[in-house]
């Protein structure tokens, strides 16, 4: 069936089968390789997406279900072209990552996360996490790094002198 | 784990959905599909057409209906978890909610869908069971109501008619000096549990215990409610032992599920300490929320 998808702000107009999850249509049809296919019946979070702006499981949802809703997946989370988000450099800098296989979805969440509670405590970063396996880091340093990323955005707007 | 093939159909309402379940036996409803995809991609399910409800938007919503509380099927679990009404009004199911799998798959996931598949483990049916919640369903062009405790008779098996859509639940509201508890054994934080218990309680001006309900879920088949232990409680002062002689007694009889996680005389040791433990939490809740009005 042919049906119409807006990632990371650029329409397509795909024909796909109804059984293709969302997931195998943004890794297969639109090359977006950033989801990816861990467990694929929603345990481990590796597909996470944003689904008009939530933190969903990829892998849970037909793509005909998709229809109209904005996706954004990590392709689309970057500021520009060779740049890094906040997040993205807070991940790299606190070693939020080994592998690398969970990090998409991890930064995902924590994006979802921040833009509806920019000051989270531990406990928060903790609980939106809870649903994404990450089998190197042992978590510590990715708790890390939502936090490290969480206060810098809440300080660039501040003036540099009342910076923590 | 690719699902069979299926058609697909987004129905813009509820009778166009029972009309199609009626014509065709292997069709399924999909609302939040976050138990019915895992179940399609391992073959587990294979539905030849899937009728997606999730954009009708009349089955969406949260409100006051006099006495009890109205959630639409295909509202959202996030919503409740969020949700300043249901906060103020079903303590129980606020505190429940958050139980319910983890935040990215209650992004999706249904009251309705949550309801509706009879999940033993769930916490959504125990919660509706517990309170005596009305479950109402679309059917051959008619509303018909069904008490939660008698919809449910077995593991993912409902009285739900075959050509039926769940459209809303009703949860009474109750007045006066409520107090809430959930709490809830499992392996790691929102998987499945392996005994959950629910209990609300309501004091009277004394402290002595004027109405109460406790239910036990993912035990059993589907949840059940400690009657007998509700008879023996009512208007005695909860104290801890009546209560947990109250609830040993409820579960003597109980046919716990046993499985590789937990085994049938865990399941009850668990129940009877959760049980316990509920209808204390429920009981300082109560009194503690009266000081705070004070």
């Not at chain 2, 004027?210 to 007998?228: E, Q």
Request: a neutral charge; glycine letters at 8%.
């Amino acid at each position: 069936m042919r049906i119409n998808l807006i990632v990371n702000g650029t329409e397509s107009t795909l024909e796909v089968e109804p059984r293709t999850t969302l997931l195998d249509c943004l890794r297969e049809y639109l090359g977006l390789k950033g989801a990816h296919a861990g467990c694929e019946h929603g345990v481990c979070g590796a597909c996470t997406v944003l689904f008009d702006g939530v933190a969903v499981r990829s892998c849970l949802m037909f793509a005909p279900q998709a229809e109209g809703t904005p996706i954004t997946t990590i392709e689309g989370i970057t500021p520009g072209p060779g740049e890094l988000s906040p997040l993205q450099d807070a991940f790299c800098e606190a070693h939020g990552l080994q592998c690398g296989y969970c990090t998409p979805a991890m930064i995902l969440v924590a994006h979802a996360l921040l833009a509806g509670n920019p000051d989270p405590t531990r406990d928060d970063i903790v609980d939106a996490i809870s649903g994404n396996l990450c089998r190197c880091t042992g978590y510590a340093q990715i708790v890390e790094a939502i936090a490290l990323a969480a206060d810098r955005i809440r300080g660039s707007n501040r003036p540099s002198e009342l910076r923590s | 784990m690719k699902a069979a093939p299926f058609e697909y159909a987004r129905v813009a309402n509820v009778d166009e959905a029972c009309a199609m379940l009626a014509s065709d036996e292997s069709a399924r409803v999909i609302a939040g599909g976050q138990t019915l995809v895992p179940m399609m991609v391992m073959r587990l399910a294979r539905p030849t057409r899937l009728i997606d409800i999730n954009r009708i938007a009349e089955l969406s919503y949260i409100r006051s209906d006099g006495d009890a509380i109205s959630i639409g099927a295909t509202t959202r679990q996030c919503r409740v978890e969020r949700d300043a009404l249901i906060a103020a009004k079903l303590p129980l199911l606020a505190r429940a909610i958050s139980f319910v799998g983890h935040a990215a798959t209650r992004a999706r996931g249904t009251i309705g869908g949550s309801l509706a598949n009879a999940d033993p483990a769930a916490e959504l049916p125990l919660i509706a069971v517990t309170l005596d919640a009305i479950l109402a369903y679309r059917a051959g062009g008619r509303t018909e109501k069904i008490a939660a405790r008698d919809f449910y008779i077995g593991p993912m098996t409902t009285n739900l008619p075959s050509d039926a859509v769940l459209t809303s639940v009703q949860f009474p509201k109750w007045l006066g000096k409520v107090g809430v508890s959930f709490c809830e054994v499992n392996a790691r934080r929102s998987d499945f549990a392996f005994v959950a218990a629910a209990a609300q309680v309501e004091l009277s001006a004394d402290g002595r215990c004027n109405r109460i309900v406790i239910g036990i879920g993912a035990a059993t088949d589907f949840p059940i409610r400690l009657t007998s232990a509700e008879e023996q409680l009512k208007d005695s002062t909860l104290d801890a032992v009546t209560v947990k002689g109250a609830v040993l007694e409820a579960l003597a009889d109980i046919a716990p599920l046993s499985d590789l996680h937990a085994s049938a005389e865990y399941r009850r040791r668990v129940a009877v300490n959760l049980a316990t433990r509920a209808v204390a939490d429920a009981r300082s809740h109560a009194i503690g929320k009266n000081r705070h009005a004070n």
